[in-house]
């Protein structure tokens, strides 16, 4: 720890800064002391409502009831575009820069605005009403945006699924949501490669029979199977759509969105956001964490099918009336200056992106970067997992120059926006630390027990109180949100991070302290991979860890016991990695395969998993206690086998 550089505020970013360390702590001091007080302000200031609300808040963590502005009628649609057309109908919304680094196209306020109203008349002329699930399965371009914000106007909630994510995943998140309108497209288009997103779609929806309408858009002219019960192309339904389509109003508590993601057991979950709260926190957090000025060009490199690009690409930007970027392609194609090159081509001010692209692109070097000027950015973002101080330092030296900022932001897909994150201007910067709760945000560090911790300490990281972005429940399933979230330390929502809190009161995100990992960025469970392993009739068992990967974080290390009689082979090892690739996606495959004769488990039949992490990440020094065990000799095999694997 001693050996960490404090960054302070870069001077001349200081100077413009919308927050300084003082009035940090005020607004801070405020914003937990008055919370009501302090978030009704905030609610007037940052959104317009058509009526206001009857109870600002409403709250019981041991029921997992949270309610924020109640009665207030608003609606996220027109928040993000009508509002905004008087006083900048004519300033870009969106920038959208495609795979191709010849392609690019910009929407005006006015023109997102009507795309908006047509989609939206479509949507409702194939039956979409006010409370429908609507899933959303494309690619990185406008027609994305616009497939959601139209779906706010009209109160249907949106689902959107990664593109990246196989059939069977696709299916399964559209029939826990019932919808019944698929939004796609013909291909994708990453990194100068076709993605069969209609093909896919084809393929979920045989399991899917209540599906009635799926809007495709035209992206590449690639041949697709038709269905003309079914399909319709997104072109000829919005040609003779009016532009006309008043916004829904929607109370603040009415459902917004629902956005599949990963936890430790089971099947991902339907975490369900609603209008007001998470609008409000969308808001508010891209304003400060990215000291958002008027006429900035902001850019956050996620896909919208992350709750990143839903808060940072798409609700918070366009209701701070922002222009955002939308990115189609990947960081290293043509090749690893691009994402610079972007930054030059449209002047970006700010950045925000993942630590695993900061560590890919590290590894190219610094020619890369410095072929570019960049000499448009004013601030850096990461997002996503813990960043490693040596990944920091080289995305403040050689892409901001010494004079950016660097915002580590931490939060989850359940918290809608950010909660740990140094604020530009206010907060110096520890690389690797997220330093400091954001507004009205209250964390904790609790022990084993549950015991909330004073001062300098590691444990479990926890929230107090609510915040307006946090997620209301696990839809279909409140009874998992409440087992999941708020049953490990009762009267506190549980992050699943562990964290250690310094001597200054800054926050370390230490990781996972589930049974969830994160490669590149991305949630996945390690019971998800393990499902989908044993679907192979010659696997009998499948345990799968985390272990530390240079440029991924977490890599995916499979343990793999066989059925009797079958003997392992390279052959195999390439149909479990297909396999599971079919089953949730390429973001999920296996990085490594060991054949374990057998796993490692308590007398109980608990697999222990502390032991496989250990043998994984090759410390085979600090096993630790393996007298436990039913058959500690299954240790001595594993970490034999690892050698030869
Ligand atoms: C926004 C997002 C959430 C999990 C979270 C944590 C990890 C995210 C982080 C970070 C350290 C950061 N995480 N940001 N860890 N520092 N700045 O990523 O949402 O996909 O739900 O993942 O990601 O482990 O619990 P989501």
């Not at 006309?244 to 459902?255: F, L, Q």
Request: glycine share 8%; charged share 25%.
């Amino acid at each position: 720890m001693s050996d960490i550089r404090i960054h302070p505020v870069p001077d001349g970013f200081a100077a413009n800064a919308l927050i300084d360390a003082d009035q940090y702590k005020a607004m801070y001091q405020r914003s937990v002391e008055d919370p009501e007080g302090f978030w009704s302000e905030q609610a007037e200031q940052f959104l317009t409502w058509f009526s206001p609300w009857d109870k600002t808040l409403e709250w019981d963590y041991h029921k997992a009831h949270i309610r924020w502005f109640e009665g207030g009628r608003l609606n996220a649609c027109y928040n993000c575009l009508d509002r905004h057309l008087e006083s900048r109908g004519e300033q870009t919304a969106l920038i959208w820069e495609g795979d191709d680094p010849n392609i690019d196209k910009t929407l005006t306020y006015r023109e997102l605005h009507a795309a908006v109203c047509r989609f939206a008349n479509a949507l409702k002329s194939r039956g979409v009403k006010k409370g429908d699930r609507v899933c959303i399965y494309m690619p990185m371009i406008p027609e994305a945006c616009i497939a959601m914000l139209a779906c706010a106007r009209i109160g249907a909630v949106h689902s959107v699924v990664f593109g990246g994510f196989s059939p069977e995943s696709l299916k399964d998140r559209i029939l826990d949501s019932d919808c019944r309108v698929l939004i796609t497209a013909d291909e994708g288009v990453r990194g100068g490669r076709q993605v069969p997103l209609k093909a896919n779609a084809d393929k979920a929806l045989q399991s899917c029979p209540d599906v009635h309408t799926v809007f495709t858009v035209k992206r590449t002219g690639g041949e697709v199977e038709w269905n003309p019960n079914r399909d319709v192309w997104y072109h000829e339904e919005v040609a003779e759509a009016s532009t006309d389509c008043p916004a829904e109003e929607m109370d603040a508590e009415d459902p917004l969105f629902i956005l599949y993601t990963s936890g430790s057991t089971g099947k991902p979950k339907g975490v369900l956001h609603t209008t007001g709260g998470y609008l409000l926190f969308a808001a508010i957090t891209h304003k400060y964490t990215f000291d958002y000025h008027d006429g900035d060009v902001y850019w956050c490199t996620a896909d919208v099918g992350w709750i990143t690009g839903h808060s940072y690409i798409v609700y918070g930007p366009l209701a701070n009336g922002a222009i955002s970027l939308v990115f189609e392609g990947v960081p290293t194609w043509p090749d690893a200056s691009r994402f610079w090159q972007v930054v030059d081509k449209h002047q970006v001010n700010t950045f925000y992106t993942a630590p695993t692209a900061i560590r890919a692109l590290m590894r190219e070097g610094e020619a890369p970067v410095k072929q570019t000027t960049r000499s448009s950015l004013k601030l850096l973002g990461t997002v996503g997992e813990p960043i490693n101080p040596e990944a920091w330092e080289w995305y403040y030296r050689v892409v901001g120059d010494e004079r950016c900022p660097i915002v580590d932001t931490w939060w989850q897909t359940e918290t809608g926006g950010h909660m740990i994150t140094s604020l530009p201007g206010a907060i110096p910067m520890k690389p690797g630390s997220a330093t400091r709760p954001f507004f009205g945000v209250v964390p904790g560090i609790v022990d084993n027990e549950g015991k909330l911790m004073e001062g300098e300490c590691e444990g479990s990281l926890v929230i107090t109180r609510p915040w307006p972005g946090q997620m209301r429940t696990v839809y279909g399933d409140h009874q998992r949100f409440i087992d999941t979230y708020f049953k490990a330390f009762p009267g506190y929502y549980f992050s699943g991070d562990g964290a250690r809190r310094d001597a200054d009161g800054d926050y370390w995100i230490t990781g996972r302290v589930d049974d969830v990992l994160n490669v590149s960025g991305h949630r996945l469970g390690t019971a998800e991979v393990e499902s989908a392993l044993v679907l192979h009739k010659a696997v009998a068992e499948a345990a799968v860890v985390g272990y530390p990967h240079d440029v991924k974080g977490q890599g995916i290390y499979a343990y793999v016991t066989l059925v009797k009689d079958i003997d392992p082979s390279d052959e195999l090892r390439q149909e479990l990695v297909d396999l599971v690739r079919e089953e949730i996606g390429p973001i999920a495959k296996p990085d490594v395969i060991q054949w374990a004769p057998a796993l490692p488990k308590t007398r109980s039949g608990k697999i222990m998993r502390r032991i496989l992490r250990k043998i994984a990440a090759n410390e085979l020094d600090s096993l630790g206690d393996t007298s436990t065990l039913a058959d500690p000799g299954v240790v001595g095999e594993l970490t034999e086998n690892r050698a030869n694997r």
